[in-house]
C-alpha cells in the first residue's frame, strides 16, 4: 500500500525559505499516469493546490505561488521537495504531499500523506 | 480561473437520514471530471468520487456522485456515524470551501 511521508522544519522564519520532503514507500515514485503534489490547507483559505511534478521532472504550479515555489524530484530515493521561499505569515498552513492520478476521467488526488504544520 | 462553490456549508442530520451536497462549477466542465473527499478532524482528505460518479477503491455504496456541466451532487443515504466529516468537491487543482455534515 502506497505511503507518503511529509518532513521537514516546522517552524520558519519570515522572508526565508520553507524546504519539505515528502518520501513515498510501497510503490515507485516512476510510475506513469501520475503527478507528485503538494496542497496546502489553512482555515484562512482551505484546501489550495501547490504545484505537481512527475517522475520526469515535469512541473506545473498555481499561478498565485510560481514565482516563489520550486518542485524537485528524486526519483533513486523515492522523494519529492518543495521550496517556497520568502515566506510570510500567509505561508503557515498544514501541508500535505499527494499523488495526482491523470485519467480520461479527470485528474484525482488518489492517495494523500498526513500533512506536515508549518508556521511562519 | 474556476471556482467551485458547495452549498450548503453546514448540514445538521441524525445517522440513518440521507445527507444531498451540492457543488457548482463558475464553467461548464465539458468532461464530468469532478472528485468529492472527505476529510475528518486530523486526517488528510480521501477521496470518494471521481470522474462524478465513479467510487474510488473501497469507498461504501451509499456514498453516490452524479451531475454534469455546471452542477454536481454528492448523496450519502443513510448516514453512519463516521460519516459525518467535511466534505470537499475538486476539479484539477481547485477545491470548494467544503460542506460540513454535523450530527443534529
Known amino acids: 500500500q502506497l505511503h507518503l511521508q511529509e518532513s521537514g522544519p516546522g517552524l520558519v522564519k519570515p522572508s526565508e525559505t520553507l524546504s519539505l520532503t515528502c518520501t513515498v514507500s510501497?510503490?515507485?515514485?516512476?510510475?506513469?499516469?501520475?503527478?507528485w503534489t503538494w496542497v496546502r490547507q489553512s482555515p484562512g483559505r482551505g484546501l489550495e493546490w501547490i504545484g505537481s511534478i512527475s517522475y520526469t521532472g515535469e512541473t506545473y504550479y498555481t499561478s498565485s505561488l510560481k514565482s516563489r515555489v520550486t518542485l524537485s524530484i528524486d526519483t533513486s530515493e523515492n522523494q519529492l521537495s518543495l521550496k517556497v521561499n520568502s515566506v510570510t505569515a500567509a505561508d503557515s498552513s498544514l501541508y500535505y504531499c499527494?499523488?495526482?492520478?491523470?485519467?480520461?476521467?479527470?485528474?484525482?488526488?488518489?492517495?494523500w500523506g498526513q500533512g506536515t504544520l508549518v508556521t511562519v | 480561473e474556476l471556482v467551485l462553490t458547495q452549498s450548503p456549508g453546514t448540514l445538521s442530520l441524525s445517522p440513518g437520514e440521507s445527507a444531498t451536497l451540492s457543488c457548482r462549477a463558475s464553467q461548464s466542465l465539458t468532461i464530468d471530471a469532478l472528485g468529492w473527499y472527505q476529510q475528518k478532524p486530523g486526517q488528510a482528505p480521501r477521496l470518494l468520487i471521481y470522474?462524478?460518479?465513479t467510487r474510488a477503491a473501497g469507498i461504501p455504496d451509499r456514498f453516490s456522485g452524479s451531475g454534469s456541466g455546471t452542477d454536481f451532487t454528492l448523496t450519502i443515504s443513510r448516514l453512519e456515524p463516521e460519516d459525518f466529516a467535511v466534505y470537499y468537491c475538486?476539479?484539477?487543482?481547485?477545491f470548494g470551501p467544503g460542506t460540513r455534515v454535523d450530527i443534529k
Open positions: 475538486q476539479r484539477n487543482g481547485w
Open positions: 499527494a499523488r495526482l492520478k491523470t485519467t480520461v476521467a479527470g485528474n484525482f488526488f488518489d492517495s
Open positions: 470522474g462524478a460518479s
Open positions: 510501497g510503490g515507485s515514485i516512476r510510475s506513469d499516469g501520475f503527478y
